[in-house]
Nanobody
């Protein structure tokens, strides 16, 4: 069993900052990429940022220059520092991790339950 638990969401004014954290726990052999996705009401879930085990990152164009993804491999934790937040960043943010639960297992994608981020204008 694998658990991804997000924290750090909340209500912030436009221009403010938040830092999201996501810790993976349970039966984990190795974690490949970790990432953050978001889903606003009435919209599809979209990629926000992703980071590989080697530290390579990619970002959605809408957050480049404002958001920074990082990870602590020793803690199986991924972070998302969000600065200069805009009302359009309002969404439920989901943590994702591609991981293996054993030496001979395949890589599967796991999701957290999400954390709400609300940016007021």
């Amino acid at each position: 069993q694998v658990h991804l638990v997000e924290s750090g969401g909340g209500l912030v004014q436009a221009g403010g900052s938040l830092r999201l954290s996501c810790a993976a726990s349970g039966r984990i052999f190795s974690i490949n990429a970790m990432g953050w996705y978001r889903q606003a009401p009435g919209k599809q879930r979209e990629l926000v940022a992703r980071i590989t085990s080697g530290g390579n990152t990619n970002y959605a164009d809408s957050v480049k220059g404002r958001f920074t993804i990082s990870r602590d491999n020793a803690k199986n934790t991924v972070y998302l520092q969000m600065n200069s937040l805009k009302p359009e960043d309002t969404a439920v943010y989901y943590c994702n991790a591609d991981l293996r639960t054993g030496v001979s297992s395949l890589t599967y994608s796991h999701w957290g339950k999400g954390t709400q981020v609300t940016v007021s204008s």
